[in-house]
């Protein structure tokens, strides 16, 4: 696909349609994690994330209490990680 501007002409068994030209471009998406929690209702969770898996290197995220089956954290700052490792440590 080449961005900038082009053509648009449409067309299917109604007939064909042009129309002004279009810009086109592409749309920075990032992925973001989440972590799935199947914990019972009112429990209480420390969700840790790392860059790695070594075991010293664990940074808290959030602290959070479970209020639905299945509870969904998602991390809204991870769009920027290259890799991230979770871990939801019950309280």
């Given amino acids: 696909m080449l961005l900038g501007t082009h053509d648009l002409l449409i067309v299917n068994p109604a ?3 042009g129309c ?3 810009s086109l471009a592409f749309q920075d998406l990032k992925m973001l994690a989440c972590v799935y929690l199947t914990g019972g209702i009112g ?3 420390r969700i840790d994330a790392a860059p790695y898996l070594a075991p010293t290197n664990w940074t808290t995220v959030t602290n959070l209490t479970v209020t639905t089956q299945p509870f969904i954290y998602v991390d ?3 769009g ?3 890799m ?3 871990r939801a440590v019950p309280q």
């Fill in 15 to 17: 007939g064909t349609n």
């Fill in 20 to 22: 002004a030209p279009v």
């Fill in 43 to 45: 429990t209480h969770y």
């Fill in 76 to 78: 809204y700052t991870s």
């Fill in 80 to 82: 920027t990680n290259r």
């Fill in 84 to 86: 991230q490792f979770y």
